[in-house]
C-alpha cells in the first residue's frame, strides 16, 4: 500500500489545506443550510460560554443581530461557504442562532409573491 | 397587505448559467449589488478519475469563487442571483443550488453556442423552469431568436431572448421575462 496520494498531480488544481478554524473538520450538523436560508441571534453567550467562542463564530453573532442569509454571513466573513456552515452548524448546536431553510414548496408555489417579485423588478 | 402568509422572510434564488466567459458576471453585476462567494470544488471521481481514487476516504477541495448578487424587493422579500460555472465538473454546485430555485437564465454566446448546451441540458431534467437569453456581443454573428430555439431544441414554451447583459434595462427584461415564465409553469402545473 502507497501512502504518497499520487494522484494530487498538478492539474488536480492547489489543494486547500485542512480548515483550521474548524478544526480541519468538513462535516457538522450545518452541513444541509440552503445558502439562502436565514440567520439569526437567537441568544447572545454569556459568561463562559462566550470566552469559548473563535473570532469568527464571534462576527458571525455580531453579522445576525438582524436577520441574515447563510450566503451573505459567507461573503461578510470572505470565508467558504463550506467553513461557514461548519460555524453555523456548531453555533446552533449550542443554541446560540437559528437557521430557518426558507420553504422550497411555499416559494415556488405562491402567485402572490412571484407577481410582487415581477413589480419589483421592472420598478428596479 | 394580507396575503395570507405569514411575517416569514422569503429568499428567492435565481441561478445564471452558462459557458466561461459568456457574461455572467456582467450580468450579475448589472442589476444587482454583487460580491464574490467562495465556495469548494470538491475533486469528486468525475474530476479525478475513478480508478485513482480507489481507496481513497478523504475528499480533497479547492476554492471556486460564484457570483452572488441581491436584489431587494421589499424588507422580507429579498432575491438572490447565483452565478455559476458551466462545466461538468461544478454540478455538485449546481444540485444545491436549484434546489427550490425560482428559475435560471442560461446565457448563450452564439459563436460558441454548444457552451450553454450542459446548462440546458441540467434544467430541462431538472424540471427547473429557464429562459435563454443570448447575448449580443460586438461583432458577433447575429442569429435569430428562431435560429437559436431550433439549435438548441428548445421546448416551445421555453422564453429565448436577446440581451446585452451590460445593460441594466436589459438585464432587467432577462429577470422579469424569467419570473413570468416561472409563474406559467406554475400556474400550469396547476
Known sequence: MTETPQWLDDAAGPVVRPYALIQGRTRSSGDAFDLVATVTVVREPSGEAAGELGPEQRLILRAARSPISVADVAVELDLPIGVVRVLLGDLRDNGLISVTSPSAARQRSNEGILKEVINGLRAL | ?190
Open chain 2, 1 to 190: 397587505m394580507d396575503s395570507g402568509l405569514s411575517d416569514d422572510p422569503v429568499a428567492l434564488k435565481i441561478l445564471v448559467a452558462g459557458g466561461f466567459g459568456v457574461g455572467k458576471t456582467t450580468l450579475v453585476g448589472a442589476i444587482s449589488e454583487i460580491k464574490p462567494l467562495r465556495t469548494e470544488e470538491v475533486l469528486s471521481e468525475r474530476g479525478i478519475g475513478v480508478d485513482d481514487i480507489d481507496g481513497v476516504e478523504a475528499k480533497t477541495t479547492t476554492t471556486v469563487a460564484m457570483d452572488f448578487g441581491r436584489i431587494t424587493i421589499r424588507d422580507g422579500l429579498v432575491v438572490y442571483l447565483f452565478g455559476t460555472p458551466g462545466q461538468e465538473r461544478f454540478w455538485f454546485m449546481w444540485d444545491e443550488l436549484s434546489y427550490g430555485a425560482l428559475g435560471a437564465v442560461v446565457i448563450a454566446d452564439t459563436r460558441r453556442l454548444t457552451d450553454c448546451f450542459p446548462s440546458v441540458d441540467y434544467f430541462e431534467q431538472r424540471g427547473t423552469p429557464f429562459v435563454v437569453a443570448v447575448n449580443c456581443f460586438d461583432g458577433a454573428e447575429r442569429h435569430s431568436v428562431d435560429d437559436v430555439r431550433i439549435a438548441l431544441d428548445l421546448d416551445p414554451d421555453v422564453p429565448v431572448l436577446l440581451c446585452d447583459v451590460r445593460r441594466r434595462s436589459s438585464a432587467k427584461e432577462v429577470m422579469v421575462t424569467l419570473v413570468e415564465h416561472s409563474l406559467r409553469t406554475l400556474t400550469a402545473a396547476g
